[in-house]
């Protein structure tokens, strides 16, 4: 028997004023502002330099003010405790530009690792990550100018080393000659 959750459906863009601790913010940092103004659409013609605050906060509204492609992902569980389905649905493409090509991502990443270092400048000490990516997987086209521009299913199969309290699925739809991000969503594993 299959079921289905919803694990997130968020806009491209709104990142801008949730801090990774999940509170809000009406001013971000300059480090926020350069984190969504790397993933964001506009950030390949802003040309700023990141220690430019005025011209990151200018990047980063102009970014915002352009109407987001709608992403949502769904976990679809399986008979089978090691196998899911990852289904990804697609908005109109928003922002796209003509000639580009929009690919879908899937992604799942894992947070809370740490390596312990043996040898060179950081012997001795337990590094801690930020997330890291554990699977990136291209899971289609899509297609221009239509109310639901793509929607599909993607095979995943956990490997028995991700803590799944710790993992989150990431969808995104980037341009492939551009590389603007024209829409994401992301959502936490249920355990």
């Known amino acids: ?78 008979d089978t405790g090691d196998h899911e389905h990852l289904k990804v649905e697609v908005g109109k493409l928003q922002g796209a530009q003509p000639g580009d090509i929009a690919e879908v991502w899937l ?9 312990a270092v043996g040898g060179g400048e950081n012997s001795g000490r ?18 221009g100018n239509v109310a ?6 993607s095979d995943l199969k956990w490997d028995s080393a991700w803590k799944r309290a710790n993992l989150r699925v990431v969808a995104f739809v980037q341009e492939k000659r551009s590389r603007h991000i024209l829409g994401a969503a992301s959502g936490r594993v249920e355990p």
Request: charged share 15%; net charge positive.
């Open 1 to 78: 028997m299959k079921s289905t959750s919803i694990i997130g459906t968020i806009r491209a863009g709104s990142i801008l004023f949730h801090q990774a601790n999940g509170r809000s913010v009406s001013r971000p940092t300059p480090l926020d502002l350069g984190l969504v103004a790397f993933t964001h659409q506009n950030w390949w013609s802003s040309g700023f330099v990141g220690s430019h605050e005025g011209d990151a906060y200018r990047a980063v509204a102009g970014a915002i003010a352009q109407p987001p492609t709608a992403v949502s992902i769904a976990l679809i569980k399986s």
């Open 107 to 115: 992604a799942i990443t894992e947070k809370a690792l740490h390596s």
């Open 126 to 143: 337990d590094l801690h990550h930020a997330a890291v990516l554990r699977w990136l997987h291209k899971a289609g086209i899509a297609h």
């Open 148 to 153: 639901s521009a793509f929607n599909g299913e």
